[in-house]
T-cell receptor, first 113, second 112 residues
Framework: AQSVTQLGSHVSVSEGALVLLRCNYSSSVPPYLFWYVQYPNQGLQLLLKYTTGATLVKGINGFEAEFKKSETSFHLTKPSAHMSDAAEYFCAVFSGGYNKLIFGAGTRLAVHP | ETGVTQTPRHLVMGMTNKKSLKCEQHLGHNAMYWYKQSAKKPLELMFVYSLEERVENNSVPSRFSPECPNSSHLFLHLHTLQPEDSALYLC???????????FGPGTRLTVL
C-alpha cells in the first residue's frame, strides 16, 4: 500500500532562513508526487508536482522539491522564508493501485521575524 | 469565475436540519471529489465522481449523500448530521483520476 509520512507536524523558522519540509513516501510503482499549501480558511493550492523527468521540480513562490528514489523522499525547500509562507503544507502521492491521492498529515510552517 | 468554487463558505446547522453543499468547477474536468478535513486528521477522501458516475464511496455514512448532475457540478446533501461531522469540506476536480487535483476553498461546517 502507498503511504506518505511528513516528519514534523510543526516547523518554525526565522524570516530569511532556509525552509525544509520533509516528506517520505512508500510506493510499489514509480510515484506521482505533489506538494500542496493551505492558507488559513482556504482550500489546498498546488505548489509543485513530480511525475516523470527531471527530479528537481520548481514550483510557485520560490519553492522547489527533489525526488530521490533511493531515499523515497520528496522534501520541499525554499532558500529564504518570507512571512507570507506561514501556512500548512501537505505532501501527497498518487496511488495508481487505488487510483487516489494519498495525503500526509501536514506540516504547519511558522515564520517569525 | 475560474477554478473551483464552493458555496456556502460557512454553514451552521442543527442535527435535524437538511442542507446541501455545492461545488462548481470551471476547468472542463471530468472527475470531481469530496474530501473531509478535520482537525489533526489527514484529509479523508469521501466520494469520487468520474464522468458523472460515482466510482468511489469510502465507507461514508448515509447521512452524507452526493449528487453529480453534470460534469461541472457536485453536491453534498446533508441530513441528521452529528457534531463530529463538523469539519472543512473540500471539493476538488481533475482532468482524469490520475491528473492533478485542483481544490475549492472549502465549506466550514459546524453541527450543533
Amino acid at each position: 500500500a502507498q503511504s506518505v509520512t511528513q516528519l514534523g507536524s510543526h516547523v518554525s523558522v526565522s524570516e530569511g532562513a532556509l525552509v525544509l519540509l520533509r516528506c517520505n513516501y512508500s510506493s510499489s510503482v514509480p510515484p506521482y508526487l505533489f506538494w500542496y499549501v493551505q492558507y488559513p480558511n482556504q482550500g489546498l493550492q498546488l505548489l509543485l508536482k513530480y511525475t516523470t523527468g527531471a527530479t528537481l521540480v520548481k514550483g510557485i513562490n520560490g519553492f522547489e522539491a527533489e525526488f530521490k528514489k533511493s531515499e523515497t523522499s520528496f522534501h520541499l525547500t525554499k532558500p529564504s522564508a518570507h512571512m507570507s509562507d506561514a501556512a500548512e503544507y501537505f505532501c501527497a502521492v498518487f496511488s495508481g493501485g487505488y487510483n487516489k491521492l494519498i495525503f500526509g498529515a501536514g506540516t504547519r510552517l511558522a515564520v517569525h521575524p | 469565475e475560474t477554478g473551483v468554487t464552493q458555496t456556502p463558505r460557512h454553514l451552521v446547522m442543527g442535527m435535524t436540519n437538511k442542507k446541501s453543499l455545492k461545488c462548481e468547477q470551471h476547468l472542463g474536468h471530468n472527475a470531481m471529489y469530496w474530501y473531509k478535513q478535520s482537525a489533526k486528521k489527514p484529509l479523508e477522501l469521501m466520494f469520487v465522481y468520474s464522468l458523472e458516475e460515482r466510482v468511489e464511496n469510502n465507507s461514508v455514512p448515509s447521512r452524507f449523500s452526493p449528487e453529480c448532475p453534470n460534469s461541472s457540478h457536485l453536491f453534498l446533501h446533508l441530513h441528521t448530521l452529528q457534531p463530529e461531522d463538523s469539519a472543512l469540506y473540500l471539493c476538488a476536480s481533475s482532468q482524469d483520476r490520475s491528473d492533478t487535483q485542483y481544490f475549492g476553498p472549502g465549506t466550514r461546517l459546524t453541527v450543533l
